[in-house]
């Protein structure tokens, strides 16, 4: 397994000489594989990187904090920096408003990035696999998401880097039976709460024995069409952005909107999300009815009219140009 982590690294240049990871380590079986696959590789001398650890307890489970323990000693067994932290997650979940996953998420990624900030890190190392992948394609498909949503999780986004994302999750367990690594195990992980775990536990291996036992290297190979696609669109976007952008700072982009209004209709919501993702940084909370009531007020070309799809941004028609302003 490691000279495929090897080759992935490769293909998509995940890491490269001079570089400096944060590994997101719980110390599940993926985690813990990819900081000894990295660690070996690191040994090797193939590439020239450095690498620190980061752990989240999240205080759910009475088990995280052993989980917490066998990262810890890993770590000191192989001389390698650790960072953690103890965070009460349903607590935060519950004070904001938002489901426990959510609330997880927003704070691994925030410590994380802490991390990255803290030891002059470059990228972040986290271990999704094939089967997430494909896992993130259905619950993608369930949500009513548009083509970017095929493309499942990318081997890079920005500074994440995902070393095990061809890699299979019954490889990463044999390996670590075979390595003897004893990975710690989630138990909630087979509970069938939340929607994830439905469609890791009930949905596919039901499509794999009534429809297609490949169900897992079918999807990947469907978001490798995509992704290909994506691409190319993504980068026709960014020309045709360049070609009608007029203004553009950290508070608001101004387009021309003659310009604008000729556009294919598929190329005028690109261009919109691309356009809002170069303000805020993503584009998430923008749904396409936002989107379509944002051509329908240019189309009508009438000046001083305006949305507010939220609170954070303004869309203004005026005086033959698109304002997308950043409101608060």
Not at 252 to 258: F, N, T
């Amino acid at each position: 397994m490691e000279e495929k982590v090897l080759e992935t690294i490769k293909k998509y240049n995940l890491i490269e000489n001079g570089d400096k990871l944060v590994l997101a380590v719980s110390g599940g079986p993926d985690s813990i594989s990819m900081l000894n696959i990295l660690n070996e590789i690191k040994k090797d001398g193939i590439i020239s990187f450095e690498f620190v650890v980061a752990h989240v307890n999240h205080m759910i489970r009475k088990e995280a904090k052993e989980d917490e323990e066998y990262v810890k000693k890993y770590c000191n067994e192989n001389k390698i920096e650790f960072y953690s932290k103890s965070i009460d997650v349903k607590k935060l979940a519950n004070n904001n408003k938002v489901g426990t996953e959510e609330a997880g998420r927003m704070v691994r990624y925030k410590f994380f990035d802490e991390v990255l900030e803290k030891t002059g890190s470059n990228k972040i190392g986290v271990a999704h696999n094939k089967n997430d992948k494909a896992e993130t394609i259905i619950m993608n498909m369930i949500r009513g998401s548009g083509i970017t949503g095929l493309k499942g999780i990318e081997a890079k986004r920005g500074k994440y880097i995902r070393p095990l994302i061809e890699c299979e999750r019954a490889e990463i367990e044999d390996y670590c039976e075979k390595e003897k690594l004893n990975p710690r195990i989630d138990k909630t992980n087979f509970e069938n709460t939340y929607t994830r775990n439905k469609i890791r536990n009930i949905l596919i291996p039901y499509i794999k024995k009534e429809f297609n036992p490949n169900i897992i290297e079918t999807l990947n190979r469907l978001s490798s069409l995509v992704t290909d696609e994506e691409d190319y669109i993504e980068e026709q976007v960014e020309k045709i952005y360049k070609e009608i952008v007029i203004d553009e700072d950290e508070k608001e982009i101004v387009v021309d909107l003659k310009a604008f209004n000729k556009q294919e209709k598929v190329i005028k919501s690109r261009i919109i999300l691309y356009t809002i993702t170069r303000l805020f940084g993503t584009s998430k909370e923008i749904a396409k009815v936002h989107i379509e009531d944002i051509i329908k007020l240019c189309s009508n070309n009438v000046g001083n009219k305006y949305l507010t799809p939220n609170k954070n941004i303004k869309v203004l028609v005026k005086n033959h140009k698109i304002y997308f302003i950043k409101e608060n």
